[in-house]
């Protein structure tokens, strides 16, 4: 979804509201600070005036106690306003994470199995991390800014109305009217930015998980001239971006100079026509001359925040999609008592998968389900996760239409097995324990044991304490297939959906499956998506998918 800078802005100021306080506290300090800075310039040119031998506010000593005092505070509150900044911009980058984690949750799985993987880390990382920018160089700045603008136009006025509505131009022109042409003129320049640095990342990504493929079919030259090409694509960009930050630079100095040039040349032609004092020229322009750090912090903003502006669109449209599959809560409890699939057709991206199926799939049963690949098995048991809505007939489980059951409830009474078992960065023990987190050792290694891979994992260095990531790539298929199949039975789920379960197993191992599934029958409804003819043996009924129909 395409949004505007200010939309943006918007919605990522809406997320600072539990910080209202901190921020409110940064921007006093900030505004005291850029005031004492401005006025060490301004209490000097009391002290030329006393040189010069003309009438000044303050005796000499007091200006000169005075400017120290400036300086002293000018530190202190900077520091303490970049403390606050940086606070409130870390607390809210982990409370977008947060929020980031629970969007990808909801999302899940419907809305993420088209995503590009490198694309989201992408997003998760690099674009989350962009919006400290805005957060601690953005919020904050701007309020001050508007401010310090009003102080010192008051401030500067006080001499002669028309050297404050100048100053108040100066400020405007430098502050608002700059920044909105650069960002203008930088069109998306950060949002094709951050596009193509996701898309590098999961070309990246992409090649390193087919590593092994590249080197074998040689296409490593290939694929690092693709890569390079994707690198100076994104440089380009990345100078185009940093030419446009020097030349709002350059506009940004020359015009802050016109200016002053201008409040000069106004206050010397207010002296000449008796207006205002000698105080009337010297002190406005070095008042002007020392104010515009507020206001040039956010010219720097027009080019900058294009990226960060990019970044914070990547993330929202994560945060506000909804998903496939709204989550279900305060409905009654529901015990399993067999699932019905009735005249269900539905179809992804415009091509049907199933065509007015029906299934009947009774308590203590085991439904096997067989058909070429594409013919829509795999969805089928998606269906009764409700990872996906029905489109057309209903899906029922104990009576009760799956819309109306609780989500958890649902995942409670329900497991499922894929052909790809995805193992975390951790031991052995805690990826099985992802099914069920109060499990004791000893029903971990009687889950294992159902599965056939408890002997496996007693032969490792470390048993169950082995760390996953450790062994990478030397988990076969297989293995990581039967810790899939032991998470299931660890689960304990009444209703088990098996997807190709033994697909990576040979004939032993499945046989040994197969026993267990035999075992696991009472109490138990299974339906089992296989190819191999071994693996129906198991089933009460076979059903035959072709083209997305039953037979």
């Given at each position: 979804m395409k949004r505007s800078g200010f939309q943006v802005m918007s919605k990522l100021i809406g997320l600072v509201r539990p910080l209202t306080g901190y921020m409110v506290l940064a921007v006093i300090m900030g505004l005291l600070g850029h005031l004492c800075a401005s006025f060490i310039t301004i209490f000097g040119g009391f002290g030329v005036m006393h040189v010069l031998g003309l009438s000044a506010?303050?005796?000499?000593?007091?200006?000169?106690?005075?400017?120290?005092?400036?300086?002293?505070?000018?530190?202190?509150?900077?520091?303490?306003?970049?403390?606050?900044?940086?606070?409130?911009?870390?607390?809210?980058?982990?409370?977008?994470?947060?929020?980031?984690?629970?969007?990808?949750?909801?999302?899940?799985?419907?809305?993420?199995?088209?995503?590009?993987?490198?694309?989201?880390?992408?997003?998760?990382?690099?674009?989350?991390e962009l919006l400290e920018v805005f957060y601690a160089h953005t919020i904050?700045?701007?309020?001050?800014?508007?401010?310090?603008?009003?102080?010192m136009c008051l401030f500067i006025g006080s001499y002669h109305a028309a050297l404050g509505v100048l100053a108040l131009c100066a400020y405007l022109v430098v502050g608002i009217f700059i920044p909105l042409c650069i960002s203008r003129f930088s069109g998306d320049t950060g949002m094709r930015l951050r596009r193509e640095s996701g898309e590098l990342s999961a070309f990246v990504l992409d090649s390193l998980r087919g590593l092994s493929e590249i080197q074998q079919y040689g296409q490593g030259a290939k694929r690092l001239?693709?890569?390079?090409?994707?690198?100076?694509?994104?440089?380009?960009?990345?100078?185009?971006?940093?030419?446009?930050?020097?030349r709002n630079t350059a506009i940004t100095n020359t015009v802050i100079l016109l200016f002053d040039l201008a409040m000069l040349f106004a206050g010397a032609a207010l002296?000449?026509?008796?207006?205002?004092?000698?105080d009337g020229v010297l002190i406005p322009t070095m008042a002007l001359m020392s104010s515009f750090g507020p206001c040039v912090a956010l010219a720097a903003l027009g080019s900058t925040l294009q990226n960060t502006f990019a970044a914070g669109n990547r993330v929202l449209d994560i945060l506000e999609e909804g998903?496939?599959?709204?989550?279900?809560?305060?409905?009654?409890?529901?015990?399993?008592?067999?699932?019905?699939?009735?005249?269900?057709?539905?179809?992804?991206?415009?091509?049907?998968i199933l065509d007015d199926v029906s299934v009947d799939i009774p308590e203590n049963a085991v439904i096997g389900i067989v058909g070429r690949s594409g013919s829509g098995k795999s969805t089928l048991l998606k269906l009764l996760m409700r990872f996906w809505n029905v489109q057309q007939g209903s899906i029922q489980i104990s009576g009760r239409e799956i819309e109306?059951?609780?989500?958890?409830?649902?995942?409670?009474?329900?497991?499922?097995?894929?052909?790809?078992?995805?193992?975390?960065?951790?031991?052995?023990?805690?990826?099985?324990?992802?099914?069920?987190?109060?499990?004791?050792?000893?029903?971990?290694?009687?889950?294992?044991?159902k599965a056939s891979v408890h002997a496996f994992i007693m032969s490792l260095p470390q048993g169950y304490g082995t760390?996953?990531?450790?062994?990478?790539?030397?988990?076969?298929?297989?293995?990581?297939?039967?810790?899939?199949?032991?998470?299931?039975?660890?689960?304990?789920?009444?209703?088990?959906?098996?997807?190709?379960?033994?697909?990576?197993?040979?004939?032993?191992?499945?046989?040994?499956?197969?026993?267990?599934?035999?075992?696991?029958?009472t109490g138990k409804t299974v339906v089992l998506v296989s190819h191999r003819p071994s693996t129906m043996r198991v089933a009460d009924r076979v059903i035959s998918v072709e083209n997305g129909r039953m037979s």
């Open positions: 506010p303050l005796s000499t000593t007091a200006i000169f106690v005075s400017v120290i005092l400036f300086a002293v505070l000018r530190a202190g509150l900077r520091y303490a306003e970049q403390g606050c900044n940086h606070f409130i911009a870390f607390k809210l980058l982990a409370l977008i994470r947060d929020k980031v984690f629970g969007a990808l949750r909801r999302l899940a799985p419907a809305k993420l199995e088209g995503r590009d993987r490198g694309d989201l880390i992408a997003v998760i990382t690099s674009d989350i904050s700045p701007i309020a001050i800014a508007v401010l310090y603008t009003v102080i001239g693709d890569m390079n090409a994707r690198t100076d694509a994104l440089g380009q960009e990345e100078a185009r971006l940093k030419r446009i930050t020097g002296y000449r026509g008796g207006a205002v004092g000698f998903p496939v599959t709204e989550e279900i809560t305060g409905q009654p409890e529901t015990a399993f008592h067999g699932a019905a699939v009735q005249h269900v057709t539905f179809s992804y991206d415009g091509e049907r109306t059951i609780n989500t958890g409830n649902l995942r409670d009474m329900e497991s499922l097995v894929t052909q790809e078992t995805h193992l975390f960065h951790d031991s052995i023990r805690n990826n099985l324990r992802i099914a069920r987190q109060d499990a004791t050792d000893r029903e971990i290694e009687e889950a294992c044991r760390p996953v990531g450790e062994l990478g790539d030397t988990l076969s298929g297989g293995e990581r297939q039967r810790l899939g199949l032991a998470r299931a039975f660890l689960h304990d789920a009444p209703f088990l959906l098996l997807d190709e379960p033994t697909s990576n197993l040979d004939s032993l191992n499945e046989a040994v499956i197969l026993k267990a599934l035999r075992k696991e029958r």
